[in-house]
C-alpha cells in the first residue's frame, strides 16, 4: 500500500512539472519540411512556417539584428546546391528602434525554399534549418528545424540522354523576386551522444524500493542543470501586462471621454437634453428611463466605432501600425490638423445635411428607436470638439497593436461622455451647482491642443527613425517638448492668446496657475536630458538615447560571467545570489528591458553590490567544441552552438523557452524566488531583487 501511495505522488509530482513546463514553454511556430523531386535531377527542400497571430519570423540576410533564416548544410554526398535559400509569403519590412536598422519578417505561414542538384542514385542530403520568431512581449532562441533525406536522379527511358560540353555549371540568373538567405554548408562532425532520461538497472531497480518520492531525472550536465520547474512556479510580468494595458487603455479613453464633456461642444448641450427628457411628459419615471437609454445609446455608437476601426485594419494590421513608417507618419499630420483646430485656426465639422437629416428622422420616429437617433445627433453636432479626441484616442490605442484597444478605448470614452446624462436625470438638482458655459471651455480645447502637438511628434519620431531623416533625434525632441510645455505654462499663465480667448479678464484662477506651474515644472525637468539624462518619464516617448549626440550619462550594469557554470562557481567563492539573465543578441524587448529597467540606479546598486550577474545569450553563435546529442522529450536534439547550450538550459531546468527570462538562485543552482520576464515596472522589479536577497539570508 505504501509503495503504491510513493507511486502516486511521484506519478503526480511529474504531472505538475510538466503542467508547469507547459505553461512557459512557447510553441507558437509549427514548422514541416517536405522533399520532392521537381526536375529530372533537381530536387525542392520546402519548410513550412505556420506562424501564430502576434508573433513573426523573421526573414533571411539580416545582419547583425535578430536571428535570420537561414539554412544550415551538414551533409552533401552525390547532391550540390543550386542557387540560395529564398521564401514564399507576404513579407514585412520595418525600421527597429533598437537594431537601428531595417528589418524584415512574416507573420501567419512562410515557406523557405532551396533546391538542390542530385548528381547519383541514393544522393544524401542532411542538416538544419534555423529561424527566430518574436512577439511584442517576448523572443524565441534560434530554433532548429532537423533534415534528412535521400534521392535519386529520374531516368526516362525513352528521352534520349544529350552529352554536354565542359562547361562551369553555375550560370548567372536573374535575382529572384524573393530575397536569398545564406545557405551555409558544413561538413559533419562527430557528436557526442548522451541521453538525458537514461537509468542504469540499478537505478530502475532501486525504485521499486524507494521510501521516498523518485528524484527528478538527472542532468548531463551535472547537478546544477537539474530541473528546478516546480520549485519556480510560473513566471512574473508578461502574463499580467496584457490586462494591465487595456486597463490603461480604458483609463485613457475616459479620461478623453472627461475632456470631451466640458469642451464647448457638449458641455451646453448637457443641461437642455435632460431637461427635455424629464420635462417633455408628466411622468418623470418615464422621462429618467429615456435619459438612461439615451446614455446607454451613447455607449453603444462609440463602442460600435471601436469595432468598425478593429474590422478595418483587422488584427494584423493594428499590431503592424505601431512600427509602420507611413501610417505614423499620417497620424502625425493628423493630429497637427486636430491641434490647430481646438486652437482656433479653423474649424472642423460634418456635413450640415447629416445633422439635418438623422435629427429629422429622431423628431419622427418615436420609441427607443428615436432616442438612440437624439445620441446618434449629438456625436454628430459635437464632433468638431470630439473628433480631434476622438481621433487622438483612437490612434495612441490602435498603435499599442492590441486588437482590443479601440473597442476598450471607446468604451471608456463613451461611458465618460455618457454619465452626466445619467446622473443629471437621477438628480436634476445637480444641474443648478454645475458650472455656466465660458472661456474657460476653449482654454480646455487649448491646452488640449498643446498635448496633441506633444503625441504627434512621437509619431513624427518612429517616421524619422525609418526613413534615416535623422531630423527628430532625441534632443531635437526634447528641445520641442520643452517648448511646448513652456509655451502651455505662457498660455494658463495668460502670457499668451488664441483667437477665441477671452481678451477682457487677465486675472488667474488658482487652479489655471497650478496647472501652468506644472507645466514649466516638467519643461524644466526635461532640460538635463538634452546632455544625456534619462528623463525616464518620458522614454517610452522619446527616440532612443542611441540617436543623441552628446551624452553624459555612462552609467551601465555588466554581467561578471557569461558562461552559467563559471558564474555559478564565481557565485560560491563570493558568496552571493545569482541573478540569471536568458537574454538575446536579436531580442527586442531584452533590449527595452535594458534601457528602462536595468538602467535605474537602484537596481543597478543592487545587482553590481549583492548579485553576480550572469547573462546567457541564447542566439550566440560561437560553435561548441563538437556537437552534442541529447534526447528531450523523447526527441533527439542536437546542441551545436552555445546558444544551443544556454537555450537547452531554461528548457530544461526552468521550463520556459522565450526571452527576455530572469531567474534568482543560491549557490546550488535552486531559486530564491518566482521569475521574471518582460516587465517595465522598476519598482516590481526591485522588489524581486529584494525578495530574493531575503531569501538568500534566510537560507
Same mark, same amino acid.
Request: net charge negative; charged share 20%; aromatic share 10%.
Given at each position: 500500500? !505504501? /509503495?503504491?501511495?510513493? #507511486?502516486?505522488?511521484?506519478?503526480?509530482?511529474?504531472?505538475?512539472?510538466?503542467?508547469?513546463?507547459?505553461?512557459?514553454?512557447?510553441?507558437?511556430?509549427?514548422?514541416?519540411?517536405?522533399?520532392?523531386?521537381?526536375?529530372?535531377?533537381?530536387?525542392?527542400?520546402?519548410?513550412?512556417?505556420?506562424i501564430?497571430?502576434?508573433?513573426?519570423?523573421? /526573414? @533571411?540576410?539580416?545582419?547583425?539584428?535578430?536571428?535570420a533564416?537561414?539554412?544550415?548544410?551538414e @551533409?552533401?554526398?552525390?547532391?550540390?546546391?543550386?542557387?540560395?535559400?529564398?521564401?514564399?509569403?507576404?513579407?514585412?519590412a520595418?525600421?527597429?528602434?533598437?537594431?537601428?536598422?531595417?528589418?524584415?519578417?512574416?507573420?501567419?505561414?512562410?515557406?523557405?525554399?532551396?533546391?538542390?542538384i542530385?548528381?547519383?542514385?541514393?544522393?544524401?542530403?542532411?542538416?538544419?534549418?534555423?529561424?527566430?520568431a518574436?512577439?511584442?512581449?517576448?523572443? +524565441?532562441?534560434?530554433?532548429?528545424?532537423?533534415?534528412?533525406?535521400?534521392?535519386?536522379?529520374?531516368?526516362?527511358?525513352?528521352?534520349?540522354?544529350?552529352e554536354?560540353?565542359?562547361?562551369?555549371?553555375?550560370?548567372?540568373t536573374?535575382? $529572384?523576386?524573393?530575397?536569398?538567405?545564406?545557405?551555409?554548408?558544413?561538413?559533419?562532425?562527430?557528436?557526442?551522444?548522451?541521453?538525458?532520461?537514461?537509468?542504469?538497472?540499478?537505478?530502475?531497480?532501486?525504485?521499486?524500493?524507494?521510501?521516498?518520492?523518485?528524484?527528478?531525472?538527472?542532468? $548531463?550536465?551535472?547537478?546544477?542543470?537539474?530541473?528546478?520547474?516546480?520549485?519556480?512556479?510560473?513566471?512574473?510580468?508578461? =502574463?499580467?501586462?496584457?490586462?494591465?494595458?487595456?486597463?490603461?487603455?480604458?483609463?485613457?479613453g475616459?479620461?478623453?471621454?472627461?475632456?470631451?464633456?466640458?469642451? $464647448?461642444?457638449?458641455?451646453?448641450?448637457? $443641461?437642455?437634453?435632460?431637461?427635455?427628457?424629464?420635462? #417633455? /411628459?408628466?411622468?418623470?419615471?418615464k422621462?429618467?428611463?429615456?435619459?438612461?437609454?439615451?446614455?446607454?445609446?451613447?455607449?453603444?455608437?462609440?463602442?460600435?466605432?471601436?469595432?468598425?476601426?478593429?474590422?478595418?485594419?483587422?488584427?494584423?494590421?493594428?499590431?503592424?501600425?505601431?512600427?509602420?513608417a507611413?501610417?505614423?507618419? %499620417?497620424?502625425?499630420?493628423?493630429?497637427?490638423?486636430?491641434?490647430?483646430?481646438?486652437?482656433?485656426?479653423?474649424?472642423?465639422?460634418?456635413?450640415?445635411?447629416?445633422?439635418?437629416?438623422?435629427?429629422?428622422?429622431?423628431?419622427?420616429?418615436?420609441?427607443?428607436?428615436?432616442?438612440?437617433?437624439? =445620441?446618434?445627433?449629438?456625436?454628430?453636432?459635437?464632433?468638431?470638439?470630439?473628433?480631434?479626441?476622438?481621433?487622438?484616442?483612437?490612434?495612441?490605442?490602435?498603435?499599442?497593436?492590441?486588437?482590443?484597444?479601440?473597442?476598450?478605448?471607446? +468604451?471608456?470614452?463613451?461611458?465618460?461622455?455618457?454619465?452626466?446624462?445619467? +446622473?443629471?436625470?437621477?438628480?436634476?438638482?445637480?444641474?443648478? =451647482?454645475?458650472?455656466k458655459?465660458?472661456?474657460?471651455?476653449?482654454?480646455? !480645447?487649448?491646452?488640449?491642443?498643446?498635448?496633441?502637438?506633444?503625441?504627434?511628434?512621437?509619431?513624427?519620431?518612429?517616421?524619422?527613425?525609418?526613413?534615416?531623416?535623422?531630423?527628430?533625434?532625441?534632443?531635437?525632441?526634447?528641445?520641442?517638448?520643452?517648448?511646448?510645455?513652456?509655451?502651455?505654462?505662457?498660455?494658463?499663465?495668460?502670457?499668451?492668446?488664441?483667437?477665441?480667448?477671452?481678451?477682457?479678464?487677465?486675472?488667474?484662477?488658482?487652479?489655471?496657475?497650478?496647472?501652468?506651474?506644472?507645466?514649466?515644472? %516638467?519643461?524644466?525637468?526635461?532640460?538635463?536630458?538634452?546632455?544625456?539624462a534619462?528623463?525616464k518619464?518620458?522614454?517610452?516617448?522619446?527616440?532612443?538615447?542611441?540617436?543623441?549626440? %552628446?551624452?553624459?550619462?555612462?552609467?551601465?550594469?555588466?554581467?561578471?560571467?557569461?558562461?552559467?557554470?563559471?558564474?555559478?562557481?564565481?557565485?560560491?567563492q563570493?558568496?552571493?545570489?545569482?541573478?540569471?539573465?536568458?537574454?538575446g543578441?536579436?531580442?527586442?524587448?531584452?533590449?527595452?528591458?535594458?534601457?528602462?529597467?536595468?538602467?535605474?540606479?537602484?537596481?543597478?546598486? +543592487?545587482i553590481?553590490?549583492d548579485?553576480?550577474?550572469?547573462?546567457?545569450?541564447?542566439?550566440?553563435?560561437?560553435?561548441?567544441?563538437?556537437?552534442?546529442?541529447?534526447?528531450?522529450?523523447?526527441?533527439?536534439?542536437?546542441?551545436?552552438?552555445?546558444?544551443?547550450?544556454?537555450?537547452?538550459?531554461?528548457?530544461?531546468?526552468?521550463?520556459?523557452?522565450?526571452?527576455?527570462?530572469?531567474?534568482?538562485l543560491?549557490?546550488e543552482?535552486?531559486?530564491?524566488?518566482? /521569475?521574471?520576464?518582460?516587465?517595465?515596472?522598476?519598482?516590481?522589479?526591485? !522588489?524581486?531583487?529584494?525578495?530574493?536577497?531575503?531569501?538568500?539570508?534566510?537560507?
Amino acid at each position: 500500500m !505504501k /509503495s503504491m501511495t510513493k #507511486r502516486m505522488s511521484a506519478l503526480l509530482s511529474l504531472l505538475c512539472v510538466a503542467m508547469m513546463a507547459m505553461a512557459q514553454i512557447h510553441e507558437p511556430i509549427q514548422c514541416e519540411t517536405s522533399w520532392k523531386m521537381v526536375g529530372d535531377d533537381v530536387a525542392e527542400l520546402r519548410i513550412t512556417a505556420k506562424i501564430e497571430a502576434g508573433w513573426h519570423v523573421y /526573414s @533571411t540576410e539580416l545582419e547583425d539584428g535578430p536571428t535570420a533564416a537561414v539554412l544550415e548544410v551538414e @551533409t552533401l554526398d552525390g547532391a550540390r546546391l543550386e542557387g540560395k535559400l529564398t521564401f514564399e509569403g507576404k513579407e514585412i519590412a520595418k525600421y527597429d528602434e533598437m537594431f537601428g536598422m531595417d528589418v524584415r519578417y512574416f507573420e501567419n505561414e512562410v515557406t523557405f525554399v532551396q533546391r538542390f542538384i542530385i548528381e547519383k542514385e541514393n544522393s544524401k542530403v542532411q542538416g538544419y534549418f534555423q529561424y527566430g520568431a518574436c512577439n511584442d512581449e517576448n523572443c +524565441l532562441p534560434p530554433t532548429n528545424v532537423e533534415f534528412s533525406y535521400t534521392a535519386s536522379p529520374i531516368v526516362k527511358a525513352q528521352t534520349p540522354v544529350k552529352e554536354t560540353p565542359a562547361a562551369p555549371v553555375v550560370k548567372p540568373t536573374p535575382k $529572384p523576386a524573393a530575397k536569398p538567405a545564406p545557405v551555409v554548408e558544413k561538413a559533419a562532425e562527430p557528436a557526442a551522444e548522451i541521453s538525458e532520461n537514461s537509468e542504469s538497472p540499478e537505478s530502475s531497480e532501486s525504485s521499486e524500493i524507494e521510501t521516498e518520492p523518485t528524484p527528478q531525472p538527472t542532468s $548531463p550536465f551535472g547537478a546544477l542543470w537539474e530541473p528546478v520547474i516546480e520549485e519556480l512556479g510560473q513566471p512574473k510580468g508578461t =502574463a499580467d501586462t496584457a490586462n494591465q494595458s487595456l486597463w490603461a487603455i480604458f483609463l485613457l479613453g475616459l479620461a478623453g471621454g472627461l475632456v470631451a464633456l466640458v469642451t $464647448p461642444c457638449v458641455w451646453p448641450i448637457i $443641461p437642455m437634453t435632460v431637461s427635455f427628457f424629464l420635462k #417633455r /411628459s408628466g411622468d418623470k419615471k418615464k422621462g429618467r428611463r429615456d435619459a438612461y437609454i439615451y446614455g446607454i445609446s451613447i455607449v453603444v455608437i462609440y463602442v460600435l466605432l471601436g469595432l468598425l476601426v478593429t474590422l478595418i485594419f483587422g488584427a494584423s494590421a493594428l499590431n503592424a501600425l505601431s512600427t509602420a513608417a507611413i501610417p505614423n507618419l %499620417f497620424f502625425f499630420l493628423l493630429l497637427v490638423v486636430f491641434a490647430m483646430s481646438f486652437m482656433g485656426a479653423f474649424e472642423l465639422t460634418l456635413p450640415e445635411k447629416w445633422t439635418t437629416a438623422v435629427d429629422g428622422k429622431a423628431e419622427k420616429t418615436g420609441g427607443l428607436l428615436g432616442i438612440f437617433l437624439m =445620441a446618434f445627433t449629438l456625436t454628430l453636432v459635437s464632433f468638431s470638439c470630439t473628433g480631434p479626441i476622438i481621433g487622438f484616442l483612437l490612434v495612441e490605442v490602435s498603435t499599442t497593436g492590441n486588437i482590443l484597444a479601440p473597442t476598450i478605448g471607446m +468604451l471608456g470614452f463613451s461611458i465618460a461622455l455618457a454619465l452626466p446624462f445619467t +446622473l443629471f436625470a437621477i438628480f436634476p438638482a445637480w444641474l443648478k =451647482a454645475a458650472p455656466k458655459s465660458g472661456g474657460w471651455m476653449n482654454t480646455v !480645447k487649448v491646452v488640449l491642443a498643446f498635448v496633441e502637438l506633444a503625441f504627434a511628434l512621437k509619431f513624427l519620431s518612429v517616421a524619422d527613425l525609418a526613413y534615416g531623416w535623422h531630423i527628430l533625434d532625441r534632443e531635437t525632441f526634447l528641445a520641442l517638448w520643452i517648448a511646448l510645455a513652456t509655451l502651455l505654462g505662457a498660455y494658463l499663465m495668460k502670457w499668451i492668446q488664441f483667437p477665441h480667448d477671452d481678451d477682457d479678464d487677465r486675472k488667474v484662477a488658482v487652479p489655471r496657475f497650478m496647472l501652468g506651474l506644472i507645466s514649466f515644472a %516638467f519643461a524644466i525637468y526635461m532640460v538635463p536630458g538634452l546632455w544625456g539624462a534619462p528623463c525616464k518619464a518620458i522614454s517610452a516617448f522619446s527616440p532612443p538615447m542611441s540617436t543623441q549626440d %552628446f551624452n553624459l550619462y555612462e552609467q551601465e550594469l555588466h554581467p561578471q560571467s557569461m558562461d552559467y557554470d563559471q558564474g555559478m562557481a564565481l557565485a560560491r567563492q563570493q558568496g552571493k545570489p545569482v541573478m540569471l539573465d536568458f537574454s538575446g543578441y536579436g531580442c527586442v524587448n531584452c533590449r527595452e528591458m535594458e534601457q528602462s529597467v536595468l538602467a535605474d540606479e537602484k537596481v543597478i546598486d +543592487l545587482i553590481s553590490n549583492d548579485y553576480v550577474l550572469i547573462s546567457l545569450y541564447v542566439d550566440d553563435k560561437t560553435p561548441l567544441s563538437e556537437p552534442i546529442r541529447l534526447t528531450e522529450n523523447g526527441k533527439d536534439v542536437v546542441l551545436r552552438t552555445i546558444g544551443d547550450k544556454w537555450s537547452y538550459l531554461q528548457r530544461t531546468k526552468f521550463g520556459a523557452n522565450a526571452q527576455p527570462f530572469y531567474v534568482l538562485l543560491d549557490g546550488e543552482g535552486h531559486p530564491l524566488t518566482t /521569475s521574471r520576464s518582460y516587465d517595465e515596472d522598476i519598482d516590481a522589479y526591485v !522588489k524581486f531583487l529584494e525578495e530574493g536577497l531575503a531569501e538568500y539570508a534566510r537560507r
